[in-house]
């Protein structure tokens, strides 16, 4: 990664891909890296947990389930949602389309609450990905958002001790808690 903070900007898709694997979660936004450390354990274990639950319903409904994969949304936008139901795909490929996603879920992090709220709900909601899921770690919390035309809405959501019913892309009923379970 040192060549990588000596690199002048903005950064092709190719120089991005080039990396290769990184200890770290680098995502590209338009000619710029986003680098993040490793998630705390609450995060993956919330990750972790929303993937047992959601991997069920979704290979009933001819979906898949996978936990940090590269997404294109344009050439040279590519985040790693924490957690996507996808139709089947190559999972061999570094890079998929957004075009196969139809659910995105991002368990929000204190330190870039705003990039899963603002920036990336308003970069998914662009590419046409149907469903955005926020999930809040520390309350824990649900909010299920569907594409509108160009912007998300609030479809369902869920706090502790109620769940989060979802009819669709998968049919699955969520309680918050059961994200905590050890």
Known sequence: MTSAFAHVMPWTEEEYLALGETPDRVELFDGSLFVSPAPTPRHQLVSSNLLIALRPPAKLAGLEVYETVNIRLRPNRIPIPDLVVTVPIDIDQVVHDATSVVLVAEIISPNNAATDR?????????????????????????????????????????????????????????????????
């Open 118 to 182: 603002v920036l990336k709900m308003h970069y998914y909601a662009e590419a046409g990905i149907e469903w955005y899921l926020l999930v809040e770690p520390d309350a824990p919390s649900l909010r299920l958002h569907r594409l509108e035309g160009s912007k998300y809405l609030e479809y369902a959501s869920a706090e502790p001790g109620t769940p989060l019913r979802m009819d669709a892309p998968v049919k699955v009923d969520i309680d918050p808690v059961t994200l905590l379970s050890r």
